[in-house]
C-alpha cells in the first residue's frame, strides 16, 4: 500500500484531454480497450499519477495510469 497519496482535481485538466484520458482506457475485466469510464477521480502519490473510474460497460473498476514525466 502506498503512502501519502492525494486526491487531485481531474477538471483542472483541459477538456481535450479529459474527453482523450475518460475514452482511451483498458478495462480489465471485460478485457477491451476504449470503452470509455465515468465518475473518475484523479490521484497522486510520490511517484505516479492515475485515474479511477467506473467502466462505462460493467462498471466496474478501470484504472488509468498517467505519465507525466515528459514535462
Ligand atoms: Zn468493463
Known sequence: MEDNII???FTDRPQDEQEALLTYTWCN???EVDLGMQNVKEYQSEDRVWLEGDC???NNKVITEIDETED
Do not use: A, L
Request: charged residues 35%; hydrophobic residues 20%; proline residues 0%.
Open 56 to 58: 462505462i460497460k460493467c
Open 29 to 31: 475485466y471485460c478485457m
Open 7 to 9: 486526491e487531485r482535481s
